[in-house]
């Protein structure tokens, strides 16, 4: 897997875990990370800045056609 599909991936985990993890504790705190997540997928289109890629990136993962 490149390291787009990656970031895609785990952007899609989070969100989906974090809706769980709300509706199962009721704790607003849950709530706040969709928006969060969105946000940076959001400006990397831009800025071309994402944590997790460059993380990825370190570990040796592939590069994909976005964050080369």
Do not use: N
């Amino acid at each position: 897997m490149s390291i787009d599909r990656i970031t895609v991936a785990v952007a899609g985990l989070l969100i989906m875990a974090s809706a769980g993890a709300h509706f199962a504790t009721q704790a607003e705190f849950w709530l706040y990370v969709p928006p969060f997540v969105g946000f940076m997928l959001f400006q990397a289109t831009f800025t071309r800045f994402c944590p997790l890629p460059f993380i990825l990136k370190l570990m040796g993962v592939r590069p994909g056609a976005v964050f080369t």
